[in-house]
Nanobody, 124 residues
């Protein structure tokens, strides 16, 4: 039904920037709220950012607010996560996810489709 593929991860130094992309299959992309989650080594998966289907509403985890920006281009079936001022604690596997609802949500269980993840490593 929905396939999500993340890209853009890599190894960077503290203070650098990365832009993650998530390409979605199908023509129903615009009807889903989208989110980014991450899983640091040895820790549970945690919420990072979410955006409504219209792109007009966004929400962020406190740990990334002011540094990360989520956006989407429904015409291109793509959602982005711009990450600035990266810190070593941002090191994690980052996952793109789609929820079968219009509004934003930080609830992990609300997301129905997940990408394979992309590794982001930030060195000090």
């Amino acid at each position: 039904q929905v396939q999500l593929v993340e890209s853009g991860g890599g190894l960077v130094q503290a203070g650098d920037s990365l832009r993650l992309s998530c390409a979605a299959s199908g023509r129903t992309f615009s009807s889903f709220a989208m989110g980014w989650f991450r899983q640091p080594p040895g820790k549970e998966r945690e919420f990072v950012a979410t955006i409504s289907w219209s792109g007009t509403i966004t929400a962020y985890a406190d740990s990334v607010k002011g540094r990360f920006t989520i956006s989407r281009d429904n015409a291109k079936n793509t959602v982005y996560l711009q990450m600035n001022s990266l810190k070593p604690e941002d090191t994690a596997v980052y996952y793109c996810a789609a929820a079968r609802q219009a509004g934003t949500t930080a609830r992990l269980d609300a997301y129905d489709y997940w990408g394979q993840g992309t590794q982001v490593t930030v060195s000090s």
